[in-house]
C-alpha cells in the first residue's frame, strides 16, 4: 500500500516539523511505502499532481498533517487531490481541534500513535470502526480524539527514521522528543497530557542513536526539543547531557523550561549548559503576584525577574551563548490592566526577548483536550461577555467567525470564549496583545525556537544579535525559504525521472 502525507511548518518559518514524518515512519514499519510532501501548501496543485503521478505506484492514502496549515487552503487541496485521485482515502491528524468539514474520512486529534493502526484497519482492510464520532459539522469524516480514547502517553519508539527522500539539509533543525507529558497542571494549559507523575522518557541509547543516525545521515546538529517542559526532571537534562558528551560534534538545542525550577534548583544550569540547551522558551505568563498563584505558576515574580537576570549571566559566562525568550499572558485571574502595561515595560528595560499573548479560553468539546479555564471558566471569573460592542468586536477580528474573515486565534482554535471578569475583558487583553505586535515585536532579539533554524547558517554570537526585523525584513530571510523550497521540490519532482 502507498501514501503521501502533506505536511508544512507555517507562513513565518520554514522548518520540518516532526509529525508526519513520524507517521510515515511508522507506516513504512508497516509495510506502507510513503511520501512525505513537506512544505505542501506551498505547492500549486498541479505540482503536487506532477509530483504524485511521477511516482511509479498507485497512491491509496494521501495523510494531511495540518497543524501550521491554514483550513481554506488546506479544504481545497484536499478537494482538488480527491477529484484526481478519488480512490486514495484521506485522514488528517494534528494536535489542532478538528472544527470544519475538510472533506477527509478520518480527523485524527492529538497523539496519533496508537490510533493510526485502528484508523488504517478500518480504511483498508475492514477492520472495526474505531473508536469516535461523524460530527454534524462533518458528517461524512470520522473524528477521533486520539489523546482521549487511543491514548499516546507511553510509546515505544521516539525515534524518527527520515528517509532519503526527504532530501534533509545539515543546516535544518529537526525536531526530538525525549519523554511525553508535563508534570504540572497550570490552569490555562491545554497541552494533551499534564498532571503525569510517571517518567515516560526514552533510553539514553536510543537519543544517542538518534542524534548520531541523524548527524551521519544528513549532517544535523541542530534540534528543538517538543516536550512540554523539557527541565521537568533532572534526569531528562542529565541524560542529554550525557548523550551530547559521548558525541563526535556539538550539537545545539532549543527546548521549553520552567524558569521557577532552575531558580529553585539552580544545578540544573550546570546540567542544562554540558547539554547545550541555550535556547530556552520560559512561559512566566505574568508578574502579577495573584495571577501567578492562581494559573499554578506561584514563584514570587520579584524572584523570577532576578532569576532571569541571572540565568542570562550564568549561561554567558559559562558557554557563551543563550537565548530566552518569554512568554506573557494578558487578562489572567485577578491581573487588572496597569500590571500588564508594568510587566511589558519591564520586559522592555530588562529583557530582549518576549512574546505577548492575550488570553484565549477555548470552548470546544469535540476535541477533548482541555484546559482548566476551558473546563470550567466561571470557576475562575470568566464569563460569555453579554457586551454587544465586545462581541461585534470579537466577531469582525474573526474570532469565532474564521470563515468569514479568516484569522485565528493562539490556540488555533475557532471556538473561544470571548470573556469579561472582574479585572479585564476579551477586547481589553487582544488588542494589548495587539500592541505588542505593532509597537514590539520586531524589536526582538530572534525567538529561540526561530533562532535554532539558523544556529547553522551564522556565527553564533551575530545570531544572538538579530532581531525579528533583522532577521525577516532586512535580511530578506523569506527569500532564502523561498529558494529552499523550490531545490526541494526539484529534488522530489525530480526522484523518479
Ligand atoms: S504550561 Fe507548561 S508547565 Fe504548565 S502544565 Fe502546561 S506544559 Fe506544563
Same mark, same amino acid.
Given at each position: 500500500?502507498? $501514501?503521501? =502525507?502533506?505536511?508544512?511548518?507555517?507562513?513565518?518559518?520554514?522548518?520540518?516539523?516532526?509529525?508526519?514524518?513520524?507517521?510515515?515512519?511508522?507506516?513504512?514499519?508497516?509495510?506502507?511505502?510513503?511520501?512525505?510532501?513537506?512544505?505542501?501548501?506551498?505547492?500549486?496543485?498541479?505540482?503536487?499532481? @506532477? *509530483?504524485?503521478?511521477?511516482? !511509479?505506484?498507485?497512491?491509496?492514502?494521501?495523510?494531511?498533517?495540518?497543524?501550521?496549515?491554514?483550513? %481554506?487552503?488546506?479544504?481545497?487541496?484536499?478537494?482538488?487531490?480527491?477529484?484526481? /485521485?478519488?480512490?486514495?482515502?484521506?485522514?488528517?491528524?494534528?494536535?489542532?481541534?478538528?472544527?470544519?468539514?475538510?472533506? $477527509?474520512?478520518?480527523?485524527?486529534?492529538?497523539?496519533?500513535?496508537?490510533?493510526?493502526? !485502528?484508523?488504517?484497519?478500518?480504511?483498508?482492510? &475492514?477492520?472495526?470502526?474505531?473508536?469516535?464520532?461523524?460530527?454534524?459539522?462533518?458528517?461524512?469524516?470520522?473524528?477521533?480524539?486520539?489523546?482521549?480514547?487511543?491514548?499516546?502517553?507511553?510509546?515505544?519508539?521516539?525515534?524518527?527514521?527520515?528517509?532519503?527522500?526527504?532530501? =534533509?539539509?545539515? %543546516?535544518?533543525?529537526?525536531?526530538?522528543?525525549?519523554?511525553?507529558?508535563?508534570?504540572?497542571?497550570? @490552569?490555562?494549559?491545554?497541552?494533551?497530557?499534564?498532571?503525569?507523575?510517571?517518567?515516560?522518557?526514552?533510553?539514553?541509547?536510543?537519543?544517542?542513536?538518534?542524534?548520531?543516525?541523524?548527524?551521519?545521515?544528513?549532517?544535523?546538529?541542530?534540534?528543538?526539543?517538543?516536550?512540554?517542559?523539557?527541565?521537568?526532571?533532572?534526569?531528562?537534562?542529565?541524560?542529554?547531557?550525557?548523550?551530547?558528551?559521548?558525541? +563526535? *560534534?556539538? +550539537?545545539? *538545542?532549543?527546548?521549553?523550561?520552567?524558569?521557577?525550577?532552575?531558580?529553585?534548583?539552580?544545578?540544573?544550569?550546570?546540567?542544562?549548559?554540558?547539554?547545550?540547551?541555550?535556547?530556552? *522558551?520560559?512561559?512566566?505568563?505574568?508578574?502579577?503576584?495573584?495571577?501567578?498563584? $492562581?494559573?499554578?505558576?506561584?514563584?514570587? +515574580?520579584?524572584?523570577? @525577574?532576578?532569576?532571569?537576570?541571572?540565568?542570562?549571566?550564568?549561561?554567558?559566562?559559562?558557554?557563551?551563548?543563550?537565548?530566552?525568550?518569554? &512568554?506573557?499572558?494578558?487578562?489572567? +485571574?485577578?491581573?487588572? !490592566?496597569?500590571?500588564?502595561?508594568? &510587566?511589558?515595560?519591564?520586559?522592555?528595560?530588562?529583557?530582549?526577548?518576549?512574546?505577548?499573548?492575550?488570553?484565549? =479560553?477555548?470552548?470546544?468539546?469535540?476535541?477533548?483536550?482541555?484546559?482548566?479555564?476551558?473546563?470550567?471558566?466561571?470557576?475562575?471569573?470568566?464569563?460569555?461577555?453579554?457586551?454587544?460592542?465586545?462581541?461585534?468586536?470579537?466577531?469582525?477580528?474573526?474570532?469565532?467567525?474564521?470563515?468569514?474573515?479568516?484569522?485565528?486565534?493562539?490556540?488555533?482554535?475557532?471556538?473561544?470564549?470571548?470573556?469579561?471578569?472582574?479585572?479585564?475583558?476579551?477586547?481589553?487583553?487582544?488588542?494589548?496583545?495587539?500592541?505588542?505586535?505593532?509597537?514590539?515585536?520586531?524589536?526582538?532579539?530572534?525567538?529561540?525556537?526561530?533562532?535554532?533554524? %539558523?544556529?547553522?547558517?551564522?556565527? %553564533?554570537?551575530?545570531?544572538?544579535?538579530?532581531?525579528?526585523?533583522?532577521?525577516?525584513?532586512?535580511?530578506?530571510?523569506?527569500?532564502? /525559504?523561498?529558494?529552499?523550497?523550490?531545490?526541494?521540490?526539484?529534488? @522530489?519532482?525530480?526522484?523518479?525521472?
Amino acid at each position: 500500500m502507498n $501514501a503521501v =502525507i502533506l505536511n508544512d511548518s507555517g507562513e513565518e518559518i520554514i522548518r520540518r516539523t516532526m509529525g508526519a514524518y513520524k507517521i510515515a515512519d511508522m507506516m513504512r514499519a508497516d509495510g506502507w511505502t510513503v511520501e512525505v510532501i513537506d512544505w505542501s501548501t506551498r505547492w500549486s496543485n498541479q505540482e503536487l499532481k @506532477k *509530483f504524485i503521478d511521477s511516482l !511509479p505506484y498507485e497512491i491509496h492514502m494521501i495523510g494531511v498533517s495540518n497543524l501550521w496549515m491554514q483550513d %481554506h487552503v488546506i479544504i481545497e487541496q484536499i478537494n482538488y487531490l480527491k477529484s484526481q /485521485y478519488p480512490k486514495a482515502k484521506i485522514v488528517m491528524g494534528g494536535p489542532k481541534p478538528y472544527q470544519r468539514d475538510f472533506g $477527509a474520512d478520518a480527523m485524527v486529534f492529538g497523539y496519533c500513535e496508537h490510533a493510526l493502526k !485502528p484508523v488504517i484497519q478500518w480504511l483498508f482492510n &475492514g477492520g472495526d470502526i474505531p473508536v469516535g464520532k461523524f460530527p454534524e459539522w462533518a458528517p461524512n469524516s470520522l473524528l477521533v480524539d486520539a489523546n482521549h480514547s487511543y491514548k499516546g502517553l507511553s510509546i515505544s519508539k521516539y525515534h524518527v527514521n527520515y528517509h532519503e527522500n526527504d532530501f =534533509i539539509k545539515s %543546516h535544518e533543525a529537526l525536531t526530538l522528543e525525549i519523554s511525553r507529558g508535563c508534570r504540572f497542571k497550570c @490552569k490555562y494549559c491545554n497541552y494533551a497530557f499534564l498532571g503525569v507523575k510517571e517518567d515516560y522518557s526514552r533510553s539514553e541509547d536510543s537519543l544517542y542513536n538518534e542524534l548520531m543516525e541523524n548527524y551521519i545521515r544528513w549532517g544535523t546538529t541542530n534540534y528543538i526539543i517538543s516536550d512540554d517542559t523539557f527541565n521537568d526532571r533532572d534526569s531528562k537534562i542529565e541524560m542529554l547531557a550525557n548523550v551530547v558528551e559521548r558525541l +563526535p *560534534f556539538e +550539537p545545539n *538545542f532549543s527546548c521549553f523550561i520552567r524558569i521557577d525550577l532552575v531558580i529553585s534548583k539552580p544545578h540544573q544550569v550546570e546540567l542544562l549548559c554540558r547539554a547545550r540547551c541555550w535556547a530556552h *522558551f520560559y512561559g512566566i505568563e505574568t508578574f502579577h503576584p495573584l495571577a501567578a498563584k $492562581a494559573i499554578g505558576k506561584g514563584m514570587h +515574580p520579584d524572584k523570577i @525577574k532576578a532569576g532571569l537576570l541571572w540565568i542570562r549571566e550564568e549561561f554567558i559566562k559559562r558557554i557563551g551563548v543563550y537565548r530566552g525568550t518569554t &512568554g506573557m499572558i494578558a487578562g489572567l +485571574p485577578y491581573e487588572p !490592566p496597569e500590571s500588564w502595561y508594568d &510587566g511589558i515595560q519591564w520586559m522592555r528595560d530588562n529583557w530582549e526577548s518576549f512574546f505577548y499573548w492575550g488570553l484565549h =479560553i477555548s470552548t470546544d468539546t469535540d476535541n477533548t483536550t482541555q484546559s482548566d479555564f476551558s473546563i470550567d471558566a466561571a470557576k475562575y471569573g470568566y464569563k460569555l461577555t453579554d457586551n454587544k460592542e465586545i462581541l461585534d468586536w470579537a466577531a469582525s477580528k474573526g474570532y469565532n467567525n474564521y470563515v468569514e474573515v479568516g484569522r485565528q486565534n493562539n490556540k488555533l482554535d475557532s471556538r473561544i470564549l470571548v470573556w469579561e471578569s472582574e479585572w479585564s475583558d476579551f477586547k481589553r487583553a487582544t488588542e494589548f496583545a495587539d500592541d505588542y505586535i505593532n509597537n514590539d515585536f520586531m524589536k526582538q532579539k530572534l525567538f529561540n525556537f526561530d533562532l535554532t533554524e %539558523h544556529m547553522s547558517k551564522f556565527d %553564533h554570537k551575530e545570531l544572538m544579535s538579530f532581531t525579528c526585523e533583522d532577521i525577516y525584513i532586512k535580511r530578506n530571510l523569506n527569500k532564502l /525559504y523561498l529558494n529552499q523550497i523550490k531545490e526541494y521540490k526539484k529534488q @522530489k519532482l525530480e526522484m523518479y525521472r
